[in-house]
């Protein structure tokens, strides 16, 4: 089957090992690859070709036999769901917050650690710790021993202000899945662009202070730019992380009060397993995966940059 | 009260110092304004974990107080308690599903990483571009289908199915991490080595792996996090037999929900393996939670 191969081989390949002919060569090259991309293929890419299949079958798991053809109507429905609306906006306006506040604070923190001073290892030590608990022990935590109306730490802190309690799950959801989110991802965003900081040449800042540029100055014109790649990075990574955003919100606020805090994938949770609408929730995949590739493909585009600057820089 | 002490430790600090004691003074001041405020953030982060431990270590009636109690007799009572309930088989099921998946990972991205580095495939750019394009997908999308298979085959509730998932989910980020080590080999070392005339098997076990090594390690610390951490599709996929931590502490949640110090006891035993794999190897955490990116 291999007859019509073009003929590659040549430049792309160095001249070692020149006993091997250039299609086996091919061969042994790809080899490896082979088990982890068909791996993938088959857990990854199958059951969404079978989404796709049952995003045009009417399809309830409650009632046997229920299962049958209906075209486009789920997506019909998709488009004209006022919930899915609300569930995408939700999902929009939580992503965006999450990975911005915890930028912001990501860098500030970032700059805090870039300077010597006596315990900076035990400080990073502690700082990176949000990040690794367990993002369903993270919401369990904020939502009892934090943010409870009366027995929270941070209404016990309130209440010595003087300020009345707030019920902040109930009363302000997204503001605390927010910072929930916020908390657990500043640690990620913040190693990150430590990781930029540290990288700067020292030399490049000597001579700025030489030519009697101040620290905002330097701060502004030498470090931003430089930082650049690594807040594009921290923000692309933090993002694909976070639109799956799933475990706090479960456990925090059942994607409640209402639908206040329903993001797409609590959302098409809520409706392949607590609706059992097999039809219906394919749909939805499949319009979040088109919605996906269009933002992701252009993401890609810029994670690929990225990634060329800093093996350039290393 | 405090009127004349800020002046009277800085004079003996910079004895040798010719000019306007201001100086030193500012200097110092604001390396300490600067020491303190780095050590406040951290504080206020770690606020909320250490107050997690502390509590885990308190009587149910320490722990529900409208004022918190810093000061309390420790005791072991809730770890107990904890270990009463059941908690041995969903930590087994947790560590068997992290250290099979992440094998499995090592097992399928190493020769996989190799290949698209340093006797890299013809379309390395496109492979690449399909293992992280899989990542952006979201899991919710596929979970109708992964949940009817499973179901179908009969492998609900199955440790396996757990397995085989947290590969696919770590997969292609250990590719591109690998990858990037990998890349870092130099050249001239596997030339040496092929000038002495070592087979390719030579060549990858003795010379190669050994200096991509650390980078391995790296790879299973970040595979260990995300397969430890993960929670949706252990809540849809497992039900009693093979359910994980996170599963254990939703159920214990529910029913010990006011036990704030059993819960908290529960929440620390759920945390502590990767929070301490985390700290120890903090040095291989930004390099793999940038896929290799940022070195």
């Not at chain 1, 250039?22 to 293929?41: K, S």
């Not at chain 2, 100086?23 to 250490?50: E, K, N, Y």
């Not at chain 2, 190669?208 to 970040?222: D, Y």
């Not at chain 2, 700290?279 to 940038?290: D, E, M, N, P, T």
């Amino acid at each position: 089957m291999a007859t019509l191969a073009p003929p590659v081989s040549g430049p792309a390949m160095p001249a070692a090992r020149q006993a091997a002919s250039p299609r086996r060569e091919a061969w042994q090259r790809r080899l490896p690859l082979t088990p982890a991309l068909i791996f993938m293929i088959i857990v990854t890419q199958i059951p969404f070709v079978f989404t796709v299949i049952f995003s045009f079958q009417s399809w309830n798991l409650v009632r046997p036999h229920s299962q049958h053809w209906v075209g486009l109507e789920n997506y019909a429905n998709v488009f004209t769901d006022s919930a899915f609306r609300d569930a995408l906006l939700t999902e929009i306006g939580m992503t965006a917050l999450a990975v911005a506040i915890s930028m912001v604070l990501g860098i500030g923190l970032a700059v805090l650690l870039d300077r010597r001073f006596p315990g900076r290892g035990v400080v990073r030590t502690l700082l990176i710790a949000p990040f690794l608990i367990m993002p369903t022990v993270a919401g369990l935590l904020w939502k009892t021993t934090m943010l409870d109306p009366v027995y929270g730490i941070v209404n016990y802190l309130l209440r010595l202000c003087g300020a009345a309690p707030v019920d902040f799950v109930n009363q302000h959801p997204m503001a605390s899945i927010v910072t929930v989110l916020v908390w657990q991802w500043t640690p990620f965003m913040m190693l990150i662009v430590l990781a930029g900081l540290q990288s700067q040449s020292n030399e490049v800042l000597e001579a700025a202070k030489v030519d009697g540029a101040g620290a905002w100055t330097t701060f502004r014109a030498i470090t931003v730019p430089h930082l650049r790649p690594y807040i594009e990075l921290g923000v692309l990574l933090g993002a694909i992380y976070l639109v799956n955003t799933f475990d706090v919100i479960y456990m925090m606020t059942q994607g409640g009060p209402g639908t206040a805090t329903t993001n797409l994938p609590y959302y098409l949770y809520q409706r392949a397993f607590l609706g059992f609408d097999v039809g219906q929730a394919s749909a939805l995949g499949v319009v979040t995966v088109a919605g996906t590739i269009l933002v992701a493909s252009v993401a890609l585009r810029m994670l690929f940059t990225v990634f060329a600057t800093t093996e350039r820089r290393a | 009260m405090a009127t004349a002490t800020p002046a009277t430790p800085v004079t003996p600090a910079a004895p040798a110092a010719p000019g306007p004691a201001s100086r030193p003074l500012r200097r110092i001041l604001g390396r300490a304004s600067w020491t303190a405020g780095a050590w406040l953030a951290a504080l206020v982060f770690f606020f909320p974990v250490l107050w997690m431990v502390l509590t885990a270590f308190k009587q149910e009636a320490d722990a529900y107080t409208t004022t918190p109690h810093l000061v309390f007799s420790p005791t072991l009572a809730q770890f107990r308690a904890v270990f009463h309930s059941g908690i041995g088989p969903y930590l087994a099921n947790s560590a068997l599903a992290t250290v099979l998946s992440t094998l499995l990972v090592l097992v399928l991205g190493i020769p996989a990483g190799y290949a698209l580095s340093i006797r890299s495939v013809r379309k390395w750019r496109d492979a690449l571009f399909f293992f992280i394009s899989t990542k952006m997908l979201p899991v919710v999308a596929a979970i109708v289908p992964i949940y009817l298979a499973v179901r179908d085959i009969g492998a609900l509730d199955n440790i396996g199915t757990l397995i085989v998932l947290y590969t696919a989910m770590n997969l292609p980020i250990a590719v591109w991490m690998l990858r990037s080590f990998f890349l870092e080999v130099p050249v001239e070392v596997l030339e040496a080595a092929r000038v002495d005339g070592v087979t390719l098997r030579q060549e990858i076990t003795r010379v190669m792996l050994p200096m991509v090594a650390p980078g391995i390690a790296a790879t299973a610390l970040i595979c260990v996090i995300f397969s430890w951490n993960e929670f949706f599709f252990a809540l849809n996929l497992t039900s009693v037999r093979a359910a994980t931590m996170p599963v254990f502490l939703v159920g214990f949640m529910t029913s010990e929900g006011l036990y704030w110090a059993k819960l908290a006891a529960a929440a620390t035993l759920a945390c502590l393996p990767v929070l301490l794999a985390g700290w120890i190897a903090q040095k291989q955490l930004v390099r793999g939670l940038s896929m290799g990116a940022v070195k």
